[in-house]
């Protein structure tokens, strides 16, 4: 047997098994202590405490949730309540999920229920209705029903963001309109995303309806498309592939974003946004909190709600989730006041329109743009 | 003495029974429990609306036109994806697994870094090539067919290199050389000899990764934009946004009827050509690459220039986010790394990117730990051909089944997984909040590759070994330590190393079970992307990078793992 020898590396073999069993060693060890994460005791969320004295609270959210944490220990300490959240997808997703839960409810109290499908958890009856004394005049406009099954938490526009720099270098006027995008002169420059996979797109959809209404909207769009409108798949896609803006590369300079998006691109110092939002194109999202039916803390959950609406939280969204609060005597962060006004006059549909047609207007839209 | 041996054979015969029974049992209560249990309560609820059966969604969803091009567009794209998967990774895994050269390794490795990006990262920096403005924007390939394509090829290289580089590397090599000795072509004696006995890896590999083209869910939205609706971004849409819970369940029949029968493909390739290969023979099977001077070969060559176009196809996307990683608003620098110790911007997560990444590898250890003890059971069971005729037709199902979770929407595990979690089997636990349901969503995707990776080899030992072991007295246990496990041992590193990456890159099943408070790598990636503005794009990138890096040096790790094997010396 000719073995060994025929290898081309030789090497001597002890030293391989013992790099070998050291490597073995290392791993077994690094196994057995505790990085594991089934291992690791998890002191927040143990759920006999459920039951017991309202020592937890489950807060349903969705991905994009989030707020200081000094904001969450001083609830936590005031209450005496443990704030546990969770995530499992994003806007339309979680009332999806809500609905199929119903019976063993996912937590006590969701927050992140928008505009959009803020009916269907209604009618679904995923939803205990409740009626915060911290509800001001601006909550209580907002709301959906009268019996106050949500209650609104902050609003987040949607609107098209336009990079003003292109348009100065080129030396083309700004759109200000929805009708504008339609004339040649912006000829492939819009971007937007698919509103059957896409938050934003949908509300961008709703907006295009809201303003031209249930005749002109279908046409509006196959002018769009005739006009070279972009379609992508999800937000981050269109924004920093195709949009033009500073952080982006892209060749098209009118892109679907948030009212309040232009803040983030302002360079250290700058007292001019290169980005602008088109103020006349928004569509008003507002986010929803409620109870959940079936509840194993309800009385925690209306505190998570009242503690939602209370002017430490509702100052601190803005900043933590990109969207305004639903109180509008908070005060703003100091950039949004100057590069990220809330728009005056958004564009709103009813939530109850909204669920009756959003499937067909979807299914319309696919059949107008995409096919 | 023949009363006591007969004894001792008779209660041999008890343990070795209860032993298999065991190795059966454990793999198909996983997988029953958190993978069939989920998905067929989901898909339950579609055709059990009100208690009664309604197969009135058939109908419907047949009806529209929209679902027979959805049906078509997902067989061309996962077909023409194999395809060439299959094309650029054989000579490939030649290249990477039968020849020594320096820097192997960190080839090896670097293959499987795509596999594990987040979808979202690799969705933006492949549209950022292929974009009209991007460098390779001339092809006209953004949003088109040839552009998903591309991603998806990109997406499962590794796939199939590995599985059959694995197998190859042991390989005896002598029946090549004997065909050229006997003046055969190099190109013949490999369509003649080497090929047909490569079948069953390639047809294990390209199994895979046509299911997991098939399945593909975020590069498809990503890149082959609104138009490229495939079955699974159709069951995604009915599923979350519609709740149209009928209509998914039909398209998951449709999914399903889709992997059964690329596996019954499979599966018959494999079997046909399948046939004892001596491996584990004493020739070195590795030869340094050499391309000049002599002993050089053409055939070497020509694998070193497809694998190098294929190499450089793959590092276009990644040297992009690479690079971009390294721009800040100032010029270049590592401001973004820098940033990975913070929570970012204005609070835009809730722990710093190190944080995650911890979460991430101590998830990833538990899950390939799972995926290793089940995935290994299962390719040693099916492994063996019983004797019995049932029983050999029951190994053969257990190697269908457990395929399955590669060709099942991540949505519908997911929200199965909401759906019967709050109290499985009827304990008084909800899982749904636990942390421990996380690395075993990831487990149950990772099984299937530990078993095609194992299984290749295992199958390929000589039974006359087991026979010959046995004959000579050796007990069942003493046979499995001495025959199948060194052979094995050698693909477990392999396995190791894709189970870790598979769990490292996970997002589908994990979002829908993620915990804001202690969030993975990728989960906290998607949510930097998602948020505008130059320092959280910066810091995606950056923290991609840092994924990359780890699936890298986890991969290399645990190519070293193989165990030392007496016949390997």
Known sequence: MTTSTHRRRPRPGHARTSARLTALTAASALALTACSAIGEGDGGTDQADDGEGGGTVVLVTHDSFALSEDVIAAFEERTGLTLETRAPGDGGALVNQLILTKDAPLGDVVYGIDTTFASRAINEGVLEPYTSPEAGEDVQELAVDDEDHLTAIDVGDVCLNIDREWFAEQGVPEPTSLQDLTDPAYRDLLVVTNPATSSPGLAFLLATIAELGEDGWVDYWAALRENGVKVAGGWSDAYYVDFSGPSSEGDRPIALSYASSPPYEVPEGADEAPTAAMLDTCFRQVEYAGVLAGAANPEGARQVIDWLLSPEVQADIP????????????????????????????????????AENRDAWIDTWTATVLD | ?????????????????????????????????????????????????????????????????????????????????????????????????????????????????????????????????????????????????????????????????????????????????????????????????????????????????????????????????????????????????????????????????????????????????????????????????????????????????????????????????????????????????????????????????????????????????????????????????????????????????????????????????????????????????????????????????????????????????????????????????????????????????LAFAVSLGEFGATAFLARPERPTLPVVIFRLIGRPGAENLGMALAASVVLALMTATAIALAERLRPGVAGDV
Do not use: K
């Open chain 1, 319 to 354: 900043e933590n989730m990109y969207v305004y609060p639903a109180d509008s005597t908070v005060e703003l962060p100091e950039s949004w006041e100057l590069f990220a006004p809330l728009p005056p006059e958004p564009l709103t549909l009813d939530p109850g329109v909204i």
């Open chain 2, 1 to 497: 003495m023949d009363g006591h041996g007969a004894r001792l054979n008779r209660r041999g015969a008890v343990g070795r029974g209860a032993a298999w029974g065991l190795a059966v049992a454990v793999p198909l209560a996983f997988l029953g429990l958190f993978f069939a249990l989920p998905v067929g309560t989901l898909v339950a609820r579609g055709f059990w609306p009100d208690g009664a059966l309604d197969l009135s969604g058939f109908v419907e969803v047949f009806s529209r036109p929209r679902t027979w091009r959805v049906i078509g567009l997902t067989l061309a794209q996962a077909t023409v994806a194999t395809a060439v998967v299959v094309l650029l990774g054989v000579p490939g895994a030649h290249v990477l697994y039968r020849r020594t050269f320096r820097g192997r390794g960190a080839l090896r490795a670097f293959v499987v870094v795509p596999f594990v990006l987040p979808t979202v990262v690799v969705g933006v920096a492949f549209r950022s090539v292929l974009a009209p403005h991007g460098p390779l924007g001339f092809l006209g390939w953004d949003g088109t067919f040839a552009g998903v394509v591309a991603a998806l090829v990109f997406f499962n290289y590794a796939v199939l290199v590995r599985t059959v580089g694995g197998y190859w590397a042991t390989l005896d090599p002598r029946a090549e050389q004997a065909a050229r000795a006997l003046g055969a072509s190099p190109l013949r004696a490999f369509v003649q000899v080497t090929l047909p006995a490569l079948v069953p890896a390639i047809a294990s590999g390209a199994a895979i990764v046509f299911l997991f083209c098939a399945t593909a869910f975020g590069v498809v939205l990503v890149l082959g934009g609104p138009r490229y609706g495939t079955v699974e971004t159709e069951i995604w849409v009915q599923t979350t946004q519609f709740l149209d819970l009928r209509a998914a369940a039909v398209l998951s029949v449709v999914q399903l009827v889709v992997i059964a029968a690329a596996l019954a493909v499979a599966g018959r390739a494999r079997s046909r050509r399948e046939r004892t290969l001596a491996q584990g023979s004493t020739t070195a099977v590795e030869r340094p690459l050499r391309l000049r001077g002599p002993g050089r070969s053409a055939a070497d060559g020509a694998a070193v220039a497809v694998t190098a176009l294929a190499l450089a196809f793959l590092a276009l996307p990644l040297v992009t986010v690479a690079l971009r990683s390294l721009r800040t608003p100032r010029g270049w620098g590592l401001d973004n790394y820098v940033a990975l110790g913070t929570t970012g911007g204005p609070n835009a997560l809730s722990v710093t990117v190190w944080d995650a990444a911890v979460t991430s590898l101590r998830i990833a250890l538990d899950a390939t730990v799972l995926a290793v003890v089940v995935g290994g059971l299962v390719a040693l069971v099916v492994s063996r051909r019983p004797r019995s005729r049932p029983l050999r037709r029951a190994v053969g199902v257990l190697d269908a089944v457990v395929m399955l979770p590669l060709g099942v929407s991540a949505v519908t595990v997911g929200f199965g997984f909401l759906l019967t979690m709050d109290r499985p089997l009827g304990l008084d636990l909800d899982l749904r909040s636990s942390p421990v349901l996380i690395p075993i969503a990831q487990a149950v995707v990772a099984t299937p590759l530990v078993v095609r990776t194992v299984l290749p080899v295992l199958r390929a030992i000589d039974s006359r070994l087991h026979e010959a072991a046995a004959v000579l007295g050796a007990p069942p246990g003493r046979v499995l330590r001495l025959v199948d496990w060194p052979i094995a041992a050698r693909s477990a590193g392999l396995a190791l190393g």
